[in-house]
């Protein structure tokens, strides 16, 4: 099986830094692309972030130049590091991985349980 961890959210002033981690374990073979997704309260969960097992990067506008997406691929591990960051980031914050968990197998995507990131002074 397959786990992605999230950690790192808190409770943030406006203008403040925070770093989510993401940390994928157990059988795997390959991960593809790694992306960050995040849903405030009554709304549509919304793509934030992916990277690409090359480290090709693609970012919603309402982040670009104030969010910076990342991996390590030696340790399975995915970062977002999020700076200046606006009231209007508060979410919970969800990792997803697409996945091979053997050379054999199809790809799946794997999700994590959401940190929460609240940014209020």
């Known amino acids: 099986q397959v786990q992605l961890v999230e950690s790192g959210g808190g409770l943030v002033q406006p203008g403040g830094s925070l770093r989510l981690s993401c940390a994928a374990s157990?059988?795997?073979?390959?991960?593809?692309?790694m992306v960050w997704y995040r849903q405030a309260p009554g709304k549509q969960r919304e793509l934030v972030a992916g990277?690409?097992?090359?480290?090709?990067?693609n970012y919603a506008d309402s982040v670009k130049g104030r969010f910076t997406i990342s991996r390590d691929n030696a340790k399975n591990m995915g970062n977002l590091q999020m700076n200046s960051l606006k009231p209007e980031d508060t979410a919970v914050y969800y990792c997803?991985?697409?996945?091979?968990?053997?050379?054999?197998?199809?790809?799946?995507?794997?999700w994590g349980q959401g940190t929460q990131v609240t940014v209020s002074s």
């Open positions: 157990g059988s795997i073979f390959s991960i593809n692309a």
């Open positions: 997803a991985a697409d996945i091979k968990q053997s050379s054999s197998s199809t790809t799946g995507r794997f």
């Open positions: 990277i690409s097992s090359g480290g090709i990067t």
